[in-house]
C-alpha cells in the first residue's frame, strides 16, 4: 500500500493506524498533486518501492467555501488543479509507467473520488465544476484505457476530519445538514471505503465506467415532499479508529442541551 498526500505526519498516522491492525508493506509519499514533476516523481518512487500498482484510489481534494462572484481567477484554478487536474495527473502516470505494460495480465482499476455535485454545488461552485469534469475524465478514460476498469464514487456528506477544516459559516451549516438529506444523517468514512473496497475486488470486474453515489439520497430529495420521518437507519461503523469530527460532537451537544431544557 503506497499512501500519498502533502502533510507526512498525517500519513504516519495513517500507517500507524493501520500497521495496528494488520500486518501490509506501507510505503509514505509526500506530493502535492497540483505539481506535474512531482507526481512523476512520486509514481516511480511507489514502483520501485512495490514493483506494481494494481489499483489507485485517487482520493485526494477538497476546496475552500465561497459564493461564485467572490471567486478570484487564481482561486478557481487552484480548485480545479487540486480536484480535477491533480487527480488526472496522478492516474496518467500511474496508467502510463505501469497499468499500460500490464494490460490484460490481470485486473487493474483507478476510483476517482468526485462529490454530490449533481444539479450544481452551491458555495463550491469550483469544486462542483471540477468534480464533474473529473466524472467525465473517468468516463473517457474507462474508454481509452480499457481494460483498465475507471470508475468514480460520489460521497455525500461524509462525517470526516475534513470538516473540520471549514471556517464558522460553514460549520454551522454543517451542523444543520442531516435534516436535510432523506436518511437523515450523515454518512460515515467507512460507508465509502465500503464501495472503495468493492470496486478494487474482483467481485467489480465488469463495473467500468460508473459512478456510485454515496449520499443518503440527498440529491433525490424535492421541494414538493418533506425530507424523511426523522429516523435514520442505522451507519456501517466499521472504523474502529475512526473519530467523530468536532463539529459533529458539537452538534450533538448543542442538539443534547436543548432537549434537556
Ligand atoms: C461539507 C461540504 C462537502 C465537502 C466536503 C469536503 O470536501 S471535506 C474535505 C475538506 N478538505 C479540504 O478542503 C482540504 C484540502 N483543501 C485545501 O488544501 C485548500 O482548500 C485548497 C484547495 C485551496 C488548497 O489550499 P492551499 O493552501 O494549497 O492554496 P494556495 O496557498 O495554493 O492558495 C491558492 C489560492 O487559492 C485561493 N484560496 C485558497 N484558500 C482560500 C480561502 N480559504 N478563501 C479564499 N480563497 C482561497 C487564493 O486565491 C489563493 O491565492 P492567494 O490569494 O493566497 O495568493
Ligand atoms: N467529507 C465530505 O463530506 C466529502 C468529501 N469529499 C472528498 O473526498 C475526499 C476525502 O475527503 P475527506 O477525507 O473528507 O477530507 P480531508 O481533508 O480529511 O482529506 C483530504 C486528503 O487529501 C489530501 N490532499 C488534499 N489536497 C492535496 C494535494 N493537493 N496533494 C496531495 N494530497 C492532497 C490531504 O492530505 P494533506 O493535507 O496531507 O495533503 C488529505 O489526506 C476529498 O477529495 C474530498 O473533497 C467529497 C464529498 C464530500
Not at 493501520?18 to 497540483?34: A, G, M, P, Q, Y
Not at 471567486?71 to 491533480?86: A, D, H, P, Q, W
Not at 495527473?89 to 494490460?103: D, P
Request: net charge neutral; with cysteine; hydrophobic share 40%.
Amino acid at each position: 500500500m503506497a499512501l500519498v498526500g502533502r502533510k507526512m505526519e498525517k500519513l504516519e498516522t495513517v500507517k500507524a493506524e493501520i500497521e495496528s491492525t494488520c500486518s501490509v508493506k506501507i510505503s509514505l509519499h509526500s506530493c502535492d498533486i497540483r505539481e506535474e514533476d512531482r507526481v512523476k516523481e512520486t509514481i516511480a518512487d511507489i514502483l520501485v518501492a512495490h514493483g506494481k500498482i494494481d489499483h489507485l484510489i485517487n482520493n485526494a481534494g477538497g476546496q475552500f467555501p465561497s459564493p461564485l462572484n467572490m471567486i478570484s481567477g487564481k482561486g478557481f484554478e487552484t480548485v480545479v488543479r487540486n480536484n480535477l487536474t491533480g487527480g488526472f495527473l496522478v492516474a496518467r502516470e500511474v496508467f502510463n509507467q505501469h497499468m499500460m505494460l500490464q494490460l490484460g495480465k490481470k485486473d487493474m482499476s483507478i476510483t476517482n473520488i468526485i462529490a454530490d455535485m449533481w444539479n450544481g454545488m452551491p458555495g463550491m461552485g469550483h469544486s462542483g465544476a471540477a468534480r464533474a469534469g473529473m466524472l467525465n475524465f473517468s468516463e473517457t478514460a474507462a474508454n481509452e484505457w480499457a481494460p483498465v476498469r475507471v470508475n468514480a464514487v460520489a460521497p455525500g456528506f461524509i462525517a470526516s476530519s475534513g470538516m473540520d477544516t471549514y471556517p464558522e459559516p460553514m460549520k454551522q451549516t454543517i451542523m444543520q445538514l442531516d435534516k436535510t438529506i432523506p436518511l437523515q444523517r450523515l454518512g460515515l468514512e467507512a460507508e465509502v471505503s465500503g464501495a472503495l473496497v468493492f470496486l478494487c475486488s474482483p467481485a467489480a470486474s465488469f463495473i467500468s465506467g460508473s459512478c456510485i453515489r454515496i449520499d443518503g439520497a440527498a440529491p433525490n430529495a424535492r421541494r414538493i415532499w418533506p425530507v424523511g420521518t426523522g429516523k435514520a437507519n442505522p451507519a456501517f461503523n466499521s472504523f474502529h479508529l475512526g473519530g467523530v469530527p468536532e463539529v459533529i460532537q458539537r452538534r450533538d451537544a448543542e442538539r443534547a442541551s436543548k432537549k434537556g431544557n
